[in-house]
Nanobody, 115 residues
Framework: QVQLVESGGGLVQAGGSLRLSCAAS??????MGWFRQAPGKEREFVAS???????YYADSVKGRFAISSDNAKNTVYLQMNSLKPEDTAVYYC???????????WGKGTLVTVSA
């Protein structure tokens, strides 16, 4: 049974940092990604990593967020720096065979950035 479990969310002041983790179990994946959904908005792509090396970012987070993975731990991370209030959202981990289709999703972790 595949499970994705996120952790690391919380409350932080603007300009601060957080690191999210997503531990996968049940199998390994070639692509893992992070998405977020702010209150009243649609879910949006944040970042992805494929084959442990190829990374992609939404324009809104380029230069501030960094995605990485630890294949030995089957875990993907999202280092978030210079956080802004508009980064406030529930962050979801996702996994699949390529960055255009994610079959598995975590339950999400809440990130709140205060002004």
């Amino acid at each position: 049974q595949v499970q994705l479990v996120e952790s690391g969310g919380g409350l932080v002041q603007a300009g601060g940092s957080l690191r999210l983790s997503c531990a996968a179990s049940g199998r390994t994946f070639s692509t893992m990604g992070w998405f977020r959904q702010a209150p009243g908005k649609e879910r949006e792509f944040v970042a992805s990593i494929s084959s442990g090396y190829y990374t992609y970012y939404a324009d809104s987070v380029k230069g501030r967020f960094a995605i990485s993975s630890d294949n030995a731990k089957n875990t993907v991370y999202l280092q978030m720096n210079s956080l802004k209030p508009e980064d406030t959202a529930v962050y979801y981990c996702a996994a699949g065979e390529n960055r255009n289709y994610y079959k598995y999703w975590g339950k999400g972790t809440l990130v709140t950035v205060s002004a």
